[in-house]
């Protein structure tokens, strides 16, 4: 049989963490409007796109991420890092 008290602590326990969890949230709701009044962000909702993510600069990055991979396999397999980066096709 559960006692009077602890179906009682058990209420109040949630009572409280609901409380809490509303707080937080009102705060971050009116943080992040400060933020974006001090930041200077119109109202709405910005979409970016690829230049502002900075997508292109991954794509340049891999071919030569790629070269550096085969530079890494060569040397070892036992050929010298200048045969591996002439190989490569890494210009110097």
């Known amino acids: 049989?559960?006692?009077?008290?602890?179906?009682?602590?058990?209420?109040?326990?949630?009572?409280?963490?609901?409380v809490v969890i509303l707080i937080i949230l009102i705060i971050f709701v009116?943080?992040?409007?400060?933020?974006?009044?001090?930041?200077?962000?119109?109202?709405?909702?910005?979409?970016?796109?690829?230049?502002?993510?900075?997508?292109?600069?991954?794509?340049?990055?891999?071919?030569?991420?790629l070269r550096l991979a085969e530079v890494k396999v060569s040397a070892r397999q036992g050929d010298s890092i200048e045969m591996a980066v002439r190989e490569a096709g890494y210009v110097r």
Request: aromatic letters at 12%; hydrophobic letters at 45%.
């Open 30 to 65: 009116f943080a992040s409007g400060i933020i974006k009044k001090v930041a200077g962000v119109d109202e709405g909702v910005r979409v970016f796109n690829e230049a502002d993510v900075g997508i292109p600069n991954i794509f340049n990055y891999l071919p030569n991420y």
């Open 1 to 18: 049989m559960n006692s009077k008290r602890g179906i009682l602590g058990g209420i109040i326990a949630t009572f409280v963490a609901t």
